[in-house]
C-alpha cells in the first residue's frame, strides 16, 4: 500500500457541487498538505496543518475548507466547485522532526468540474 | 519574479546523453530538493541537500548556496528518465515553495 492514498483519483461534477477529496498517511508524520497544480504553475499551497489541532491557509486557500479528523487523515473540500478549480490535487506529508523534512506525495486527485 | 525559476522548462534528449537541468531561487532556505513527477502523476522525491553535491545511481543533484542555484544532472540518460523535474526550496522548516518543472523526454 502506497505510504500516503488520496482518493478518489477522478472526479469530475458539475458547477456548484461540494466535493471532498481525502488524503490519508502511514508514514506516521505530523505535517500534511494540500497542493494544487496547473498546467505550467509550480505546486501551489492550498491548505497545511502541522498536527491535529492545527489548520493554516496557503497562498491559495479561497473556495477550500480542510479537516484534520486525525494525524493520518486530512481532508479537502470544495464547498460550491467552480470551473477554475479544475486542477491536479496532490497530498503530502513531511517529518520535520529535524531542521529539513523530505516530501512524500500522493498519486494526485484529477478533478474536473464542468 | 518567481521565487524558484527552473530553466529549461522543455528538454528533448537522446538516449545516452547527459543531461543537466537548472534551478535558481531568490529566498533563503533550509534545504532544496528535487522530486520527479511521471506521466501518470504520481512525485516522487530525488535529492534533499542543503550543501554540496549528492548522488543516487545515474542522478546527481549539487547546490550552491552563495550563487542561490542548483543543478540535476543525469548521466548515460534513458528513455525512462522521461519526466518532470520539479525544484522546491524549504524555507527554514515552515513551507516549501516550487519551481514550474523541467519536462524531459529522452528519446531512444
Known amino acids: 500500500d502506497a505510504d500516503v492514498t488520496q482518493t478518489p483519483r477522478n472526479r469530475i461534477t458539475k458547477t456548484g457541487k461540494r466535493i471532498m477529496l481525502e488524503c490519508s498517511q502511514t508514514k506516521g508524520h505530523d505535517r500534511m498538505y494540500w497542493y494544487r497544480q496547473d498546467p505550467g504553475l509550480g505546486l501551489r499551497l492550498i491548505y497545511y496543518s502541522f498536527d491535529v489541532k492545527d489548520i493554516n491557509k496557503g497562498e491559495i486557500s479561497d473556495g477550500y475548507s480542510v479537516s484534520r479528523q486525525a494525524q493520518a487523515k486530512f481532508s479537502l473540500s470544495l464547498e460550491s466547485a467552480i470551473p477554475n478549480q479544475t486542477a491536479l490535487y496532490f497530498c503530502?506529508?513531511?517529518?520535520?522532526?529535524?531542521?529539513?523534512?523530505?516530501?512524500?506525495f500522493g498519486e494526485g486527485s484529477r478533478l474536473t468540474v464542468l | 519574479k518567481n521565487e524558484v525559476e527552473q530553466s529549461p522548462q522543455n528538454l528533448t534528449a537522446q538516449e545516452g546523453e547527459f543531461i543537466t537541468i537548472n534551478c535558481s531561487y531568490s529566498v533563503g532556505i533550509s534545504a532544496l530538493h528535487w522530486l520527479q513527477q511521471h506521466p501518470g502523476g504520481g512525485i516522487v522525491s530525488l535529492f534533499m541537500l542543503s550543501s554540496g553535491k549528492k548522488k543516487h545511481g545515474r542522478l546527481i543533484a549539487t547546490i550552491n548556496i552563495q550563487e542561490k542555484h542548483s543543478s540535476l544532472h543525469i548521466t548515460a540518460s534513458h528513455p525512462r528518465d522521461s519526466a518532470v523535474y520539479i525544484c522546491?526550496?524549504?524555507?527554514?522548516?515552515?513551507?516549501?515553495?516550487f519551481g514550474p518543472g523541467t519536462r524531459l523526454s529522452v528519446l531512444p
Open positions: 522546491a526550496v524549504e524555507n527554514y522548516g515552515q513551507n516549501f515553495v
Open positions: 503530502a506529508t513531511s517529518d520535520l522532526s529535524f531542521t529539513t523534512g523530505e516530501l512524500f
